[in-house]
DNA sequence: CTAGGGTTAG
């Protein structure tokens, strides 16, 4: 115990025998300086008991009483006592500054950050100057919390007219809203105007541009910090770490586990931690190992990353390996590990050992978990085994977004799309969607290609303000297109403004108009998405292709071919090739489509030759048709439709007796089909 | 008094 606060329990007791003697002289100041000490300790059992007296002494009827309710509502908030500190608040005649800094302060540190907000912009309505500096950096993480980029942008304008701007810990708080906000260039401006940024500068800017996806960012920040003399910490090796990670930059990754070695900054196990995750995401899981042979103490995230480590290197024994070894060494596993080794179970998929861990989660009473929950609802809807997914979703909240996306995109996948958009609608009662919600949902939609549904949820989205992302309305898009409404789908796509138009939004305007025949429309598309300067990739590739090939237009997807191979030589695949084969031969090219087979810079897929069979079927010609089927027969040996095709050709031209041949080489494939595939399964 | 930091995660 120091002097002061020796003094302040003296005061405190004398007040006390004072009371108990009746002695009323006991001056509302003096219960004052009391408080204020109540304040600097964080004596909440102290503040009671001040509390208490005043009520019976009557001391807050008196005119004295706004600064003294404004003294107690800061020792309770100071306490995080928020109830307590409301409720003198709310009944203090004067809001004054004191009480609005406490309060500020108190919301913002126990994750209210909408009320400590609410009350920060009261404050200024009722007159009120702007809060000091110790204040600032409260509200400014609260606007980071809550995403309101708007209002932190002002309250960053505030602090600098109250001549602020220079604080470095105001400035460090602006860089993490900043960063949080997703804006990392009012970020990296604020830094390069900090005069003396600190080292917890320089690892907010590393790790705001990992949590806004960009590492490579994050590791020039890196660089800089090196080279700029500034030592590096704990925080800034575990930051910079998951960007090595992420990038697989395994030679930065060394130079900063070099680092670690020579400035002793491996005292904390979070770092060592961070060091084996790295490790892990470079595929270097025999570095991950021995890093973690050499750890001292090791605890549950240990554990968890090597379990990960390996199940991310595709080594489920490994994983296997290490859970009985944790288990042996008595270290429970938590949440975050059951949900990783649930997950890796549900991408193999593997019901049986998904069910183990299950039951892992169930002993170690971790079932109830999002993570978990929702880590269970996708396993056993990849395990086609929907109805325990659910069973699960049955036994949760249910006012968690999370679960409910699981089960969405289960449903999906399992090809229940009625059930899905139900589902969605009961989801409305309970939890709030999200982004991923319609990533999941809308391809139900899609799937059911009816445009009364189309335009339901289209409206419902512009409602609930979803509109403007690019993904949701590349899904629109597709909706749209597939529900036969490519006016609709056009004006969702017009709505998006060029500049947040991605190839996949791209994509889906440009397969619509191919898909319903419009290949002229597809191509232009798809050159005014060049032009806006968006690379193609295979996908759009092809789907315009096919927009040419349904349309007949021959030369133009000869164009748009050579101009691929000039310009994207390593998007061909198979597929491309394939539609042009279509394209050459419905046109009757068909010597030019078995020229372009055989120029193929890889081996010809069934579809290719397959391709070329149909076309020779059309236009009755033997002796390509002939070679054609000589291939997929070869590559495709059970699918009857390749016989069919050429035994027509031979019929088309009267060639009876082969056609019968062919027939009857289809009907003994036939009989040992059944066998054969469930071999091949 | 006030600022940054580890394992899941499509």
Known sequence: MNGQSQSFSRTLKHLFSSAAAADNTISVAKCESVLYHCANTKSVSSTKKIHAYAIRNGLLSSHH????????????????????????????????????????????????????????????????????????????????????????????????ISGCGTDTFIGNSLLAMYMNCGDTERAKQVFEAMREPTIVSWNTMISGYLRNDKAAAALMMFHELVNSGVDADCATIVSVLPACGYLKDLDVGREVHLLVEEKGLGKKLSVWNALVDMYAKCGKMDEAQSVYDSMIDRDVVTWTTMINGYILNGDVNGALEMCRLMQFEGVRPNAVTLASLLAACASLPDLKLGKCFHGWAIRHNVESDVNVETALIDLYAKCNYISLSFQVLSKTSKKRTVPWNAILSGCILNERAREAIELFKQMLFEAKPNDATFKSLLPAYAMEADLQQAMNIHSYLIRAGFFLRTQIATGLVDIYSKAGSLESGHKVFNGIIEKNRDIVLWGAIVSGYAMHGHGNVALSLFYNMVMSGIKPNEVTFTSVLHGCSHAGLVDDGLTLFNFMKGSYPLCLRTDHYACMVDLLGRAGRLQEAHNLIKSMPFQPSHTVWGALLGACVIHENVELGEEAAKWVFELEPYNTGNYILLGNIYAAIGRWEDAEKIRCRMKNLQLLKSPAQSVLR
Not at 65 to 82: D, P, R
Not at 109 to 114: A, F, I, Q, T
């Open 65 to 160: 009483s706004t600064h003294f309710l404004s003294l107690l509502t800061a020792a309770y908030a100071v306490g995080g006592q928020a109830v307590f500190a409301r409720q003198v608040f709310d009944r203090l005649p004067q809001r004054t500054l004191r009480s609005y800094k406490s309060m500020i302060r108190m919301y913002a540190e126990n994750g209210s950050s909408r009320e400590a907000l609410r009350l920060f912009v009261e404050m200024l309505e009722s007159g009120h100057s702007g809060p000091e500096k110790y204040t600032y950096p409260f509200v400014i993480r609260a606007c980071g919390d809550l995403l309101m980029l708007e209002l932190g942008t002002a309250v960053h304008g505030l602090a600098l």
